[in-house]
């Protein structure tokens, strides 16, 4: 494990720099218009966590917006590169791949356009035990209609994550007119009777790596989960709300607003839920 303060070395466009010597040109259309995608990979002990379905999502993401594709096997290998020249054990690999930059700043390209490739990592606290439980807001969603797509625009999840912050709440839980989409940087589970309940996977929301995983690992401990609509006052009655993602894996909900969600601990389909992802860390690490 390397010393905090030392600078990390960052993939830009071919070259391996710095980080505080990186530079991207102020035309780039990523700059200028968020005009393009990112992924988010979870490293564990120097092996990426569930790479496939990362880079799937970053191939889906980039021909959603006009990218032209860029082999797997890059990514695999840029990964690979980025966790061994930076000497990180635990990490979470950053990928932006915008359009490109143009000479000039115009709405559509004014011409070909060779996209822009950064990477970088950054240190992760890896969860072994299961985490305290945190708050959350509900809000409404105010994002567009195609969150689907891991845009690098995030506005409207940083102004709705602000907000949620103010309330004294970790995230926001997002709704649509009464019905949950998910949060600023991560998906929401319901627990209700033993079977899980989560919003489908639809252009609502961001459909997570992490959520994937534990649909399977649930249905593996026999538990049922539905990929249904689900309603804000549905909440009330949940016996246990969890949220997922890369960075947070799995984490209990002890509070929505007011409202203390069970008795305010970990649930146990939660708590059996986050084991099995901890198992298969473990798994992943000793293979
Ligand atoms: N939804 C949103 C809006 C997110 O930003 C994230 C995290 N990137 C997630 C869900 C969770 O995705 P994952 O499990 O792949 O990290």
């Not at 807001?137 to 102004?159: Q, T």
């Not at 689900?230 to 997922?244: P, R, S």
């Amino acid at each position: 494990m390397k010393a905090a303060n030392v600078s990390n070395l960052v993939y830009l466009n071919g070259d391996w720099v710095a980080d505080e010597n990186a530079k991207v040109s102020v035309f780039d259309r990523g700059f200028l218009f968020a005009d393009g995608v990112y992924e988010v990979v979870p490293v564990y002990q120097r092996r990426p966590f569930l790479l496939n379905l990362h880079i799937q999502r970053l191939q889906r993401s980039a021909e959603a917006i006009g990218i032209e594709s860029i082999a797997a096997e890059f990514w695999y290998q840029l990964v690979s590169d980025l966790i061994h020249r930076n000497n990180l054990d635990d990490c979470l690999v950053y990928i932006q791949l915008t359009f490109g930059a143009d000479s000039q700043r115009s709405h559509l390209p004014t011409q070909p356009l060779t996209p822009t490739i950064y990477a970088s990592v950054s240190p992760l606290q890896v969860h072994w035990n299961t985490p305290t439980p945190v708050k959350v807001a509900v809000l409404e969603d105010i994002r567009w209609h195609r969150c689907d797509i891991k845009s690098i625009s995030l506005l409207g999840n940083i102004m709705l994550k602000r907000e949620a912050a103010k309330k004294g709440a970790l995230e926001p839980l997002l709704h649509r007119n009464g019905r949950i989409t998910e949060g600023a940087s991560c998906n929401y589970f319901l627990v209700k009777q033993g079977a899980l309940y989560t919003p489908p996977a639809d252009h609502l929301i961001l459909a997570g790596i992490t959520r994937t995983w534990v649909i399977q690992l649930a249905r593996q401990l026999g538990i049922e989960v539905f990929e249904v609509v689900c309603d804000v006052n549905q909440l009330q009655h949940a016996d246990e709300v969890f949220l997922t993602s890369s960075s947070r894996e799995v984490q209990p909900v002890g509070q929505i607003d007011d409202i203390i969600v069970g008795n305010g601990q970990c649930g146990v389909i939660t708590a059996q839920i986050a084991e099995a992802f901890h198992a298969s860390k473990r798994h992943l690490i000793q293979e």
